[in-house]
């Protein structure tokens, strides 16, 4: 019987290779797959076009055969640093990681998250206004076997509450504080809105109780108004650092926010879960389209 040997393999590179159209071919797709979930809101069936801002802005960031390095280059550092996709998941972290304390024992807490359209942003103003809301989860724990379920089910509840023709919905940030205080169904330290009218707040409270199925109680509503004003409008006073003009931070400012993710925290867990994310940066449980 007479074996005939395995061909060795072609471990040459052709004769006519080009490092760089091959590293095209293997970037440029895996870089549009990122770009297409950045902006999943956009659809499937989404056509190159620049009708709209979020449109023209894929169009940027979309990578073609025809691109040379310095514009595969700038979509990159478009997508990546500008428009932070490379910030996703990532935390600002300050001081040592022993003095930090573990959450609440047992119980998930859920973080809704608001923040200001790029196009109201006043000229200067170099960074977008946002607020935070969050409650506990009280009838769930860490260790529950049904916590992914119970979680998915908060998610689609989320996404009923809060988005609105798969956009979220908009919080007037003023400057009346509103808080809610509900130690048994997981507000424990009155959880906080600043909020242009009081009816603002309590509309949030109320989608959240909805979310977790927990009931709303207006006798746990506290309504304040700070003496200190909120700033409206752009920031034109300055100091001087370290020999630099600064221009003061804005306090409180007051301006319109939409909804863009809900994440969990749950003891245990180094990272967060995503439960909906308008944004296109993370991978929630539930997707918005």
Request: aromatic share 8%; glycine share 6%.
């Amino acid at each position: 019987m007479v074996i005939t040997p395995a061909q060795p393999p072609n471990d040459r590179l052709p004769d006519n290779f080009d490092p760089f159209e091959q590293l095209q071919k293997i970037y440029i797709p895996q870089h549009n797959a990122l770009v297409k979930r950045y902006f999943a809101d956009l659809g499937n069936d989404w056509k190159p076009n620049i009708a709209t801002p979020r449109d023209n802005l894929r169009v940027a960031c979309t990578m073609t055969d025809n691109d040379n390095q310095s514009m595969m280059a700038l979509r990159h550092h478009l997508l990546f640093d500008l428009l932070g996709y490379g910030r996703k998941g990532l935390a600002l972290f300050y001081g040592s990681r022993e003095s930090i304390d573990p959450p609440v024992v047992g119980h998930p807490q859920i973080e809704f998250y608001f923040s200001q359209d790029s196009a109201s942003m006043p000229p200067g103003q170099d960074y977008k206004a946002d607020a935070e809301c969050s409650v506990r989860l009280m009838k769930l724990e860490n260790t529950s076997i049904n916590l992914r379920e119970k979680l998915i089910e908060i998610a689609n509840e989320i996404k009923t509450q809060f988005l609105t023709n798969k956009q979220g919905i908009i919080l007037t940030k003023g400057n009346l504080c509103i808080s809610y205080k509900d130690v048994k169904n997981g507000f424990p330290n009155g959880t906080k809105i600043f909020a242009n009218t009081e009816e603002d707040a309590i509309d949030i409270y109320k989608k959240i109780c909805n979310t977790i199925d927990v009931i709303f109680d207006e006798n746990h509503v506290n309504v304040g108004n700070p003496k200190r004003l909120s700033t409206v409008g752009e920031v034109t006073q300055t100091q001087l650092i370290m020999g630099k003009k600064r221009k003061l931070k804005a306090y409180r400012r007051v301006t319109n926010m939409r909804f863009r993710h809900a994440c969990c925290y749950i003891p245990g867990e180094s990272n967060p879960v995503f439960l909906i994310d308008t944004t296109g940066r993370h991978q929630p449980l539930v997707k918005i389209v």
